[in-house]
């Protein structure tokens, strides 16, 4: 099953404002989850930051850690950012600014 756009558009808002975990999407949304596949359907977009690149918040994560503090740093230690470029705008500076 896949998601439908408003919903994963809703997730990747919630992601760019901070959420990392269902219960803090669940917070930040009115999104409704109908059962366990779509559950780990919307886990699998909120591990990761950017679909065009296949490269997660862990790794995003992780180079913020080891001192990537801007978006074009984390784009040369991971790749990511360099397809559509969405993911630079939202999920990547949440996760220099959250470090996490
Ligand atoms: S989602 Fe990262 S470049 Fe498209």
């Known amino acids: 099953m896949k998601l439908d756009m408003e919903k994963y558009k809703k997730i990747r808002q919630a992601q760019a404002n901070g959420a990392r975990t269902i219960d803090e999407l669940k917070e930040m949304t009115d999104i409704v989850i109908e059962n366990d596949e779509e559950r780990k359907e919307v886990e699998k977009v909120l591990q990761n930051a950017c679909k065009c690149k296949n490269v997660s918040v862990e790794e995003v994560a992780q180079a ?23 993911c630079k705008a939202g999920v990547i500076p949440s996760i220099i600014e959250n470090k996490k």
């Open 64 to 86: 913020v850690k080891n001192g990537a503090d801007t978006v074009e740093k984390v784009m040369e230690a991971t790749g990511a950012g360099s397809g559509c470029g969405r």
